[in-house]
Structures are given as C-alpha cells and as structure tokens.
C-alpha cells in the first residue's frame, strides 16, 4: 500500500468534508470509520503479499530449492526470513530476564552488565549471519566445498 494511495487520500478528504457539515459531535465515529476502511486496506495489502509468499514458498518447493537462503534480497539476507530473525531476537530478549536476574544475583551490576554483554554479542553474530553453519543444509562460507 502506497503512503499516498489516491483511495484513501478521497475516503479522508470525504471524512474531513463530512466533519465540517456534521460538526465535531460525528468526529468519533468518522475516525472510526476511516481508520476501518485504512484497516480493511491495510489487511487486503497483507493478505496479497502472504499469498504471494506462499506461492512462492510453493514453488520453490516444487523445484526442490529454498524459498529463502538465496541472500538477494533485504528480507532474505543469510537465508532468514523477517519471521525468523524476529523470533530469534524476541527469544533472546525473553531469554534476558531469567539471565538478568542470575546474573545480578550471583555478581551484582557487574553481573547484569556482563550478561546484557553477552546477549548483545549473540544478536550482533546473528545479525552478522556469523551462524549460517549452524542453520540445517548449510556450509560455512568459504568452505571449499
């Protein structure tokens, strides 16, 4: 969906329109009317790009290649999808209070300072696609092989 999708730019200029001949007691329900209709093209915008996806995945499996791991694209960089580097870091972060916690008990600001150092670094690898021969089918690059 286009920031400036001519749609939406109407159905606005129609709901500020109608603002000013209803006054401001209609405002509440204009807004909920237009955020609905951005909603309902922000979902339709959603659904096309996963069917999209899909499809490819389905493909791509047809083919007996991986749908991701080609690393072209942003999205794609080091064979992982926005799914699952967001997965890795929201385990990482989850994973932080529990370690925090040890961390503070056992050394104190010292402790919580060299644990948040270690959950950094761990990130920052994995950022990096440092791991990428941990990932199943993959070699290390420059492997040889």
Known sequence: ????????????????????????????????????KVEQRFNDTADRQVRRQLAEQQMATARGTRPYGTGTGPD???????????AFVGVSLVLAIP?????????????????????FGVNAVHAAGALSWLRRGRKPEGSGD
């Not at 109407?10 to 329109?17: M, R, S, T, V, W």
């Open 76 to 86: 794609q960089a080091h064979g992982l999808g926005v799914g699952e580097r967001f």
């Open 1 to 36: 969906m286009d920031a400036r999708d001519p749609d939406l730019k109407k159905e606005l200029d129609a709901a500020l329109q109608t603002r000013k001949e209803l006054g401001a007691e209609y405002e509440s329900e204009l807004v909920d009317s237009f955020m609905e």
């Open 99 to 119: 370690l925090s916690a040890i961390g503070v008990v056992n050394a104190g600001l010292s402790g919580l300072l060299i644990t948040w150092a270690g959950i």
